[in-house]
């Protein structure tokens, strides 16, 4: 590993007196200096954040070396680096990146080496999508957190902030500096397939609250806070990975509902915002998404919110930004828009050359090119990336995932667990009235891959409060013979607990078969809490707002009463069979009245 001087020595010597905090820009004649050096195809790549195959830099698996040659025409990171210069790397889950905390701390330190030996060679903004709950790249033996939705139950700030510094400490110390979180949308449509419970909820003030605390929390651990989905993502019945959504909003209503939590991030020093690739016909009416939008990028975010940091695209694969453009045109219109970093494109080598071509055509000045680098030099300076590019692996063991981080998140998770029904005081089941419990239901995918299955976690965590609990997997789509399966396996049982996901007919069946075969049902909402109104026949509803295991572990103690439930609706649930009335309210949750 190059020693800090050799790396100094590789950043031309500026970077001693490059990271001495953000404040007003005390270094940018020396950015500038840096800039000038480099050339033109140096600059285009600084722009991109790309993903890549593998758990190494130089030696990945075979069929990583594969994927990595099918979709960017490389075998390693190492190799993307040298050809294309990228100022970014995001790491993801299904790109192997992240096995465990040691093996993502040496990627990080070999993407560093590989980008530090060339020639004018910088440091790369190692990136990922932490935002804890549903959407989870690092996995266990890490600290995972409640997610959004769950952290606006508890309502508190300060764990909001706690929970940005504690991410943010271990995420720096596997070397990832920018994290695509807090996500800033509010979401008010319980529709929503791409938001939901990624949301803190649907009171604008509420969310702009805790999305300003986790961006202290993150940025005051040395990690780079995104905001994110720019202009608002929370009012969508489209999933823009498939579609391109368009909010109907009215600029006034955009005033008081969305803006506000990017507001918020902006008045917290926010170091990136994240774009929509969402239509917004009130705030730009060419039908273009927001991403590819200069009269939302730089007319209303950069020149009305004055905001002056970087602005990352959101992944330029996803459907929602390729539908009007083709690919070698997103990049170019996204640069022109205001955007400063270049998300995952679909081809790297066409969205590479395409930027290029633009400047060489003179569709791009170069010096727009430097306005968008400077912010990123700016970036990588103020996370003392020139100075300490690489971590340690006695870091790692010192930070990820230590026994005070972990309590913290069980404290934390204890205050988000929300109660929503509690019939004739069902909750919480006593072990010597219900000691033979049933756990059924669905069991989505770990977010990590690390968690789960939802059934055998809460089985496991009940029995280990005292119960003797059985956990019996029912999916998300129950078969009658399953649903059967389950009604026999209660009869033996004294209680039975159901985790329900998204909600469907079939496990609305489930749930309504059990509780007529006469055991006492408790049914926990483990994605959307919107899942209640169609379970009107269940005497005890409970809401977690993810299936990660610090939530479930938290809902079987407040099952068994070994803390009382003290979260409360950040969202209300309309009726099922009327959406227009509200069954119950933000901020409603009920306790055991101790």
Not at 18 to 33: F, I, P, V
Not at 95 to 100: E, G, K, P
Not at 347 to 353: I, N, R, T
Not at 365 to 379: G, M, V
Request: aromatic share 4%; hydrophobic share 45%.
């Amino acid at each position: 590993m190059p020693s800090r001087r050799t790396v100094l020595a590789a950043t031309a010597g500026v970077a001693a007196s490059l990271a001495l905090g953000g404040t007003a820009h005390a270094d940018d004649k020396k950015l500038r200096s840096l800039i000038s050096r480099m050339t033109l195809e140096e600059k285009v790549g600084q722009l991109f954040v790309m993903r890549v195959y593998g758990h190494s830099a130089t030696a990945p698996d075979q069929a990583d070396i594969d994927a990595n040659l099918k979709e960017i025409g490389v075998r390693t990171a190492a190799e993307m680096i040298a050809r294309y210069r990228v100022g970014g790397i995001i790491y993801f889950t299904w790109a192997h990146n992240t096995r465990d905390p040691h093996q993502i701390a040496d990627l990080s330190n070999g993407i560093q080496r590989a980008s530090l030996r060339q020639p004018r060679g910088l440091p790369v903004l190692v990136s990922t999508d932490q935002e804890h709950g549903i959407v989870c790249r690092v996995g266990e033996p890490a600290t995972l957190f409640p997610g959004a939705m769950a952290v606006g139950a508890g309502g508190s700030r300060r764990d909001a902030r706690t929970l940005g510094r504690i991410a943010g400490q271990e995420l720096r110390a596997i070397g990832i500096r920018q994290n695509y979180s807090p996500v800033a949308d509010v979401n008010v449509n319980p529709a929503n397939p791409v938001i939901g419970v990624r949301s803190f909820g649907a009171d604008p003030q509420a969310v702009a609250g805790l999305v300003a605390a986790e961006v202290a929390g993150y940025q005051g651990s040395g990690v780079a806070a995104t905001a994110k989905h720019f202009p608002g993502h929370g009012d969508t019945a489209v999933d823009s990975h498939y579609g391109f959504p368009v909010i109907t909003h009215s600029r006034e209503l955009w005033e008081k509902l969305d803006a506000v939590p990017f507001r918020a991030a902006i008045r917290a020093g926010i170091d990136s915002v994240m774009t929509a690739h969402i239509q917004f016909p009130a705030l730009d009416p060419s039908g273009d998404p927001a991403t590819l939008s200069h009269p939302i990028l730089t007319g209303i975010l950069r020149g009305e919110l004055g905001y002056d940091g970087v602005v990352v695209t959101d992944s330029l694969g996803m459907e929602g930004v390729r539908q009007k453009y083709g690919d070698d045109r997103v990049p170019v219109l996204a640069l022109k828009a205001g955007a400063d970093q270049l998300l995952n494109p679909p081809s790297l080598d066409v969205a590479w050359q395409a930027v290029l071509k633009a400047v060489q055509d003179g569709e791009l000045t170069e010096a727009r090119l430097d306005e968008s680098i400077l912010r990123i030099l700016r970036l990588k300076a103020r996370l003392r990336l020139f100075e300490e590019p690489y971590v340690s692996r006695g870091g790692v063991t010192r930070t990820v995932g230590t026994a005070a981080h972990l309590a913290a998140a069980d404290r934390l998770a204890e205050r988000t667990t929300t109660l929503l029904v509690n019939e004739n005081g069902l909750l919480p089941l006593s072990r010597r009235t219900h000691r033979k419990l049933l756990v059924v239901g669905a069991d989505p995918a770990s977010p990590s891959g690390t968690t789960g299955p939802p059934t055998g976690v809460l089985a496991a965590a009940l029995t280990e409060l005292g119960f003797t609990a059985t956990a019996l997997s029912t999916g998300t789509a129950p078969s009658a013979a399953t649903v059967a399966q389950a009604v026999a396996a209660a009869r033996d049982a004294d209680a039975v607990v159901v985790g329900t996901y998204n909600i469907t007919a079939a496990q609305q069946a489930l749930v309504e078969q059990l509780v007529a075969s006469g055991r006492p049902v408790v049914a926990v909402a483990i994605r959307n809490p919107y899942d209640v109104a169609r379970l009107p026949t269940a005497p005890a509803c409970l809401a977690t707002y993810s299936w990660t295991d610090v939530e479930l572990r938290a809902a079987a103690r407040v099952i068994a009463g070994r803390t009382a439930p003290r979260g409360r609706l950040p969202v209300p649930v309309q009726r099922a069979d009327d959406p227009a009335q509200v069954l119950y309210p933000v901020g409603y949750g009920l306790s055991y009245g101790r």
